[in-house]
């Protein structure tokens, strides 16, 4: 009765998380230590390493929910339906996170925690979009109608995204032009290979990730499914006889 | 069943049960009316902070007043479970979409353009030369507002905490819209000229494009029995 | 059971001894002392990080071309300071910051080489600390949820084939 592809998952789940926690350590060790602190924001800078990866892990998860759905909604499979679900959970994690990170960062440097950025806002408006499309999970009964509903949520969130983002960066710069900007930050290599290192790090994290997720739902399914079935079939033999 | 046909009767349909029960306009109105009264308690407002907040205020008191008729579209089709009869019509359900997406269009444009002579009277607004192209923001962003909010009433109506639901998942997809009206009406009624602006009304343009051709094709997976 | 806990166990142990290690570097290299230690010390030959503010009215020469001498505030004592070095931006009157250099116990006078900023490690620790700290547990409930599930569903033996209706 178990699918196959978990069957398949399990093989190579291992060794991409053991890959992923050792990127994410060296990743780290470049980061907090390899890498010279910065002109202008002296050692505050390595809260980049962490909160960059973060979010572009967010973006790599929300992507795999848009592309999911769109798959689900062409095959219907119940698996792809909960990686989807497992997608989503994992995207508000990151998204938190990167949030967090992201307040953490702004307080040292731009002297606030919190700014109008149109990057802030269109992640704050992704974790919205995030909770929202849980929280509609967990208000249909039908299983079915629970994966379409979803489907169509994550594929006109996913859509909306972009314009929310330059809708956002238009209003910014009409009404405080210029006024944050990465000063001093210079994209050299001492920051880009630990950016790297801890992006596919992060990615690979999430992948790994996504799998025991993936993998939860789909047993909670299976086994609440069962249950049922098994009290199903107890009623009815009681019944009958 | 011709295509066009069923959008006719579906707009037809819910404009007759309105103007029979007046029930969704009415409660829409007296909403807004209780929202703008209490915007002005609120930050009780000058000439001047009236001048920068004004385009906010409208906009806010519309949305919500939006989703009020937005939850009643579909929720009106829950009795007699009127609901299963759409889900098994041999109709179009694209064209099912569109007819209550045209519904819904007028419905709130009604209510604005109702409501829009109190924003006048009551801040001292100075609209006559740009009225022409105020109704015009008006018409694209309840259309983008529409356009997305007729696909979510109808997921909406089928789940349990519908009326929770509508306004947590459409808000967050309706920044963009909410962004580009309230600059495109404020610089409309602060009389800047249209250049300013006019990206604006290109952003709400193509949303409202964008999200009326997707929900089209979506909702044919929410409307499905 | 026991061996998923042993793992995880594992893995906390690993990123302690990271936490640990990371944090004497940064003791050992990165740690600041103030110019009273300075002043009163006779160690002329390691390398020295001091923090202090440029005391008001007494920046001589040429920030601009790296050649500057000022004075450096501590709690009580002050430090006579000689920078020689690249141009230091962040070299101004009435303002906190790092030198690094070497001090000369025979002439009283701190050789500076170099500048940097007052660091906030408060900032950087905890946005590692909140990341890491918040993926470990998630990546550890859900892989305990798993090892839960499946020890749940071999127990209930709904392995087992339905039965024909």
Same mark, same amino acid.
């Given at each position: ?78 698996? @792809? ?43 704050? @408006? ?116 | ?15 007759? $049960? ?28 000058? *000439?001047?902070? %009236? *001048? ?26 829950? *009795?007699?479970? %009127?609901?299963?009869?759409? *889900? ?10 569109? &007819?209550?997406?045209? &519904? ?10 109702? =409501?829009?002579?109190?924003? !006048? ?31 979510? $009433?109808?997921?909406? /109506? ?5 009326? /929770? ?7 967050? =997809?309706? /920044? ?10 404020? &610089?409309?009624?602060? &009389?800047?000229?249209? !250049?300013?602006? $006019? ?14 051709? /997707? ?11 | ?40 010390? #006779? ?25 500057? +001498? ?34 000369? +116990?025979? #002439? ?11 660091? #906030?490690?408060?900032?950087? +620790? ?7 700290? +918040? ?9 305990? #949820? ?20």
């Amino acid at each position: 009765m178990m699918n196959r592809f978990i069957r398949r998952i399990q093989r190579f789940k291992g060794w991409i998380g053991a890959a992923a926690a050792l990127c994410i350590f060296y990743g780290l060790y470049l980061g907090l230590l390899d890498s010279p602190p910065d002109y202008y924001q002296g050692e505050v800078v390595r809260i980049m390493y962490v909160h960059v990866p973060l979010a572009h892990t967010a973006l790599l998860a929300y992507g795999t929910l848009f592309v999911g759905s769109l798959w689900y909604l062409w095959k219907r499979d119940v698996l @792809v339906d909960n990686m989807c679900h497992a997608a989503a959970g994992i995207t508000a994690a990151f998204t938190i996170l990167a949030l967090i990170t992201g307040a953490i960062w702004a307080k040292p440097t731009w002297n606030t925690w919190w700014t109008w950025d149109p990057k802030l806002v269109s992640f704050a @408006v992704l974790l919205l979009i995030a909770s929202g499309y849980l929280m509609l999970r967990t208000f249909v009964e039908d299983p079915d109608k629970e994966g379409r509903y979803a489907a169509v949520m994550a594929i006109v969130g996913g859509i909306d995204l972009p314009i929310i983002y330059f809708s956002a960066e238009w209003w910014r710069t009409l009404h405080q032009p210029l006024s944050i900007s990465m000063r001093g930050v210079s994209m050299s290599g001492d920051i880009l290979l630990p950016l790297a290192i801890m992006s596919l790090g992060l990615n690979l994290l999430f992948i790994y990730m996504l799998m025991i997720r993936t993998q939860m739902l789909y047993l909670t399914n299976l086994l609440e499914a069962k249950k049922g079935r098994l009290l199903s079939h107890a009623h009815l033999s009681h019944t009958s006889s | 069943m011709p295509f066009f046909r069923v959008i006719q009767w579906v707009v037809w349909k819910d404009l007759i $049960s309105e103007l029979r029960s007046r029930e969704t306009l009415s409660s829409m109105l007296f909403f807004a009316l209780i929202v703008i009264l209490v915007f002005s308690f609120s930050f009780a407002m000058d *000439q001047d902070a %009236a *001048q920068q907040l004004i385009a906010g205020i409208i906009w806010v008191s519309f949305v919500f007043t939006g989703i009020i008729g937005l939850g009643k579209s579909f929720s009106a089709e829950l *009795q007699n479970d %009127a609901i299963e009869y759409l *889900q098994m019509s041999p109709a179009p359900k694209g064209a099912i979409y569109l &007819g209550k997406m045209i &519904g819904n269009l007028l419905f709130m444009l009604v209510v604005e353009i109702m =409501l829009f002579p109190l924003f !006048v009277l009551f801040f001292n607004l100075d609209i006559v030369e740009e009225i022409g192209l105020l109704l015009l923001i008006f018409f694209l962003a309840t259309l983008g507002l529409s356009a997305v909010g007729t696909l979510f $009433s109808a997921l909406t /109506v089928q789940i349990r905490a519908r009326e /929770v639901m509508l306004p947590v998942l459409l808000l967050p =997809l309706a /920044v963009p819209v909410m962004i580009a009206a309230v600059e495109a009406t404020r &610089g409309a009624l602060e &009389g800047q000229p249209l !250049v300013i602006y $006019s990206q604006w009304i290109e952003l709400l343009t193509i949303f409202d494009i964008i999200f009326t051709v /997707v929900s089209f094709w979506l909702f044919d997976l929410i409307l499905d029995s | 059971m026991t061996g998923f806990y042993l793992r995880w166990a594992g893995v906390i142990v690993i990123v302690g001894i990271l936490a640990l290690l990371t944090s004497q570097h940064y003791e050992k290299h990165l740690s600041s002392v103030s110019p009273d230690m300075v002043v009163t010390g #006779n160690d002329s030959k390691t390398t020295l990080r001091v923090q202090g503010m440029v005391k008001s009215g007494s920046l001589t020469g040429n920030p601009e071309d790296g050649h500057a +001498a000022f004075e450096l505030l501590g709690a009580s004592n002050s430090l006579k300071v000689q920078y020689e070095g690249p141009p230091p931006e962040n070299l101004r009157e009435l303002k906190t910051l790092i030198l690094i250099g070497q001090w000369d +116990a025979e #002439n009283k006078l701190f050789q500076a080489r170099e500048t940097a900023l007052v660091t #906030n490690y408060g900032y950087v +620790a905890s946005a590692y600390i909140v990341a890491l700290l +918040a993926l470990i547990a998630f990546v550890f409930s859900m892989s305990r #949820n798993v090892t839960f599930l499946y020890q749940e569903i071999k127990e209930s033996k709904i392995y087992e084939p339905e039965l024909g209706p």
